[in-house]
Nanobody, 121 residues
Framework: QVQLVESGGGLVRPGGSLRLSCSAS????????MGWYRQAPGKQRELVAT???????NYADSVKGRFTISRDSGKKTVYLQMNSLKPEDTALYYCYADVERTFLDTRNRYWGQGSQVTVSS
């Protein structure tokens, strides 16, 4: 089974920074895209940022210029550096990874447990 474990959430003041990490473990043949979604109370889950296995990144308009996604393929870890945080960034952040467990497997999406990010003065 593939497991994703997140870390790095917390409480920060507006304008502050946080870095989220998400590490994958378990048997994997190949890992494709990784990324982050977030869900604020009463709102739908929204895509924050993605990074392909080739390193191509994509961001939601609301975080462009403030958030940076990166990955360490050797460590099977994806990071989300969040700068200039705003109260509207408050949400539960979920990482994901698209993985083939064996060369016969189909590509499946696995999710982290969620990390709370709260931006408040």
């Amino acid at each position: 089974q593939v497991q994703l474990v997140e870390s790095g959430g917390g409480l920060v003041r507006p304008g502050g920074s946080l870095r989220l990490s998400c590490s994958a473990s378990g048997s994997m043949f190949r890992m494709y895209a990784m990324g982050w979604y977030r869900q604020a109370p009463g709102k739908q889950r929204e895509l924050v940022a993605t990074i392909t296995d080739g390193g191509t990144t994509n961001y939601a308009d609301s975080v462009k210029g403030r958030f940076t996604i990166s990955r360490d393929s050797g460590k099977k870890t994806v990071y989300l550096q969040m700068n200039s945080l705003k109260p509207e960034d408050t949400a539960l952040y979920y990482c994901y990874a698209d993985v083939e467990r064996t060369f016969l497997d189909t590509r499946n999406r696995y999710w982290g447990q969620g990390s709370q990010v709260t931006v408040s003065s």
